[in-house]
């Protein structure tokens, strides 16, 4: 993995920060974890509901894990605050287990950027809520 810059950088404005959302969402709904490491520093910090964790490593084996239990995971990601090097954002998601349970998760993240572009920590929250398949709302395929 590379350290190059991952331009929006530092500090952002709302037009930028958008935009860096927008590659989060998108990168997320690859669904693949190499893509999605790659925006991370090497020694990032994150908290992912209870767990902790450190490092490109980390977070590649997390996602990939991640991707293996939420199936058919669909997200959307919308900015709610910025201000410098910091921001917020609101999302949801979907997806099912492996009994074909469909779940929406509802969370927010606060992610702090390096002068670079890549994100050296993300902390989120996140609520899971059953849902009938009939009630999904993010049905675009891959």
Known sequence: MT????PPLPPFTVETAR?????????WNSRDPDRCAAAYTEDSWWRNRSEFFQGRDAIRAFLARKWEKELDYRLRKELWAVTDNRISVRFEYEWHDHEGRWWRSHGN??????????????????????????????LWER
Do not use: C, H, Y
Not at 19 to 27: N, P, T
Not at 109 to 137: C, H, P, T, Y
């Open 19 to 27: 935009l860096k959302v927008q590659m989060a969402e998108d990168a």
């Open 109 to 138: 993240e606060q992610w702090e950027f390096d002068e670079r572009g890549l994100m050296r920590r993300r902390e989120a929250s996140i609520n899971d809520v059953s849902i009938q398949a009939a009630d999904r709302k993010f």
């Open 3 to 6: 350290s190059t810059p991952r």
